[in-house]
């Protein structure tokens, strides 16, 4: 089913939106799961509270295409779960973000949350001015480690190249990617 089609049963109130997404969507809004929390009980209850959220966010929002925002969806609710969390082990999205943290300019003391708000986004405008900057394919293997909380391993198999390439690449971006937020913040 199309996502028009879609919308239309969630716009309609139907409960087969739930059923058809579900149908068209599920496998892999669950393997994205599986990447943030291993445990396959707290996978499935964030894709669930995820189509929840979708019922509770159409109308008044009319995501189209539908796919993309079912999973940023899908990663929110993983990435509460993961707030909850108590657990000792670090799980791949906590491990990705400590790679990340370094290279990223400290923000200054937030004083309230509009501030906030336009720090993030600000700092989302200059990673998406910054993602324009590089290859297909080193934009790839970024947003499949940083986004999608990929291993390398994985990453290297999806683009065809060895595990230490992909590892040597994501130095370089980060680096590069430090570089860029720094004129950035010169320049404002």
Not at 55 to 66: G, K, N, R, T, V
Not at 106 to 130: G, I, N
Not at 145 to 174: H, M, P
Request: with cysteine; net charge positive.
């Amino acid at each position: 089913m199309e996502d028009k089609q879609i919308l239309a049963l969630f716009l309609a109130r139907s409960g087969e939106a739930i059923e058809e997404l579900q149908r068209r969507d599920g496998p892999q809004c669950l393997a994205l799961a599986r990447r943030f929390l291993p445990d396959e009980r707290d996978a499935q209850e964030c894709v669930n509270d995820a189509l929840l959220a979708l019922w509770h966010a159409i109308p008044p929002a009319h995501p189209i295409p539908l796919r993309p925002y079912l999973y940023k969806v899908v990663r929110n609710q993983c990435l509460k779960r993961l707030e909850h969390q108590a657990a000792s082990k670090r799980s791949a999205y906590m491990v990705a973000m400590q790679e990340l943290e370094p290279y990223c300019p400290a923000p200054d003391c937030v004083e309230d949350d509009f501030s906030a708000r336009e720090s993030y986004r600000t700092l989302t405008q200059h990673m998406e001015a910054f993602l324009s900057t590089l290859s297909k394919e080193n934009r790839v293997i970024f947003l499949r480690r940083y986004w999608f909380c990929d291993s390398y391993a994985d990453i290297a198999r999806r683009v065809g190249l060895r595990e230490k390439t992909v590892s040597v690449r994501l130095t370089r971006l980060r680096k590069k990617l430090r570089l860029f937020l720094l004129k950035k913040e010169e320049n404002e």
